[in-house]
């Protein structure tokens, strides 16, 4: 006696959940997720000005470099701490 092939043949078919209906649903929401993301960068403003490009940190305009190196031995202590 031969086994049934239709329990595995259910498993792809449209109408019974299975891998086939899980398979199409994401499919279907990958596509939507990308047409949003592509739509909202095609549609969105693109207006680069020097306000815009300027860093901002609590209102106050920033003068001078933002690194700040530290000294060699603050990384050593900082280490022992951790250690």
Known sequence: ????????????????PGIFSL???????????GAI???TAWIG???ETAEKLRAYEAGIIP????????PVPFYLIATFFLL
Do not use: H
């Open 23 to 33: 398979a199409l649903f994401a499919l279907i929401i990958v596509a939507m997720m």
């Open 45 to 47: 403003e693109k207006k």
């Open 1 to 16: 006696m031969e086994p049934d092939p239709r329990p595995v043949l259910d498993m792809f078919s449209p109408w019974e």
């Open 63 to 70: 003068t001078g470099s933002a690194r700040f190196s530290y």
């Open 37 to 39: 993301l592509w739509l």
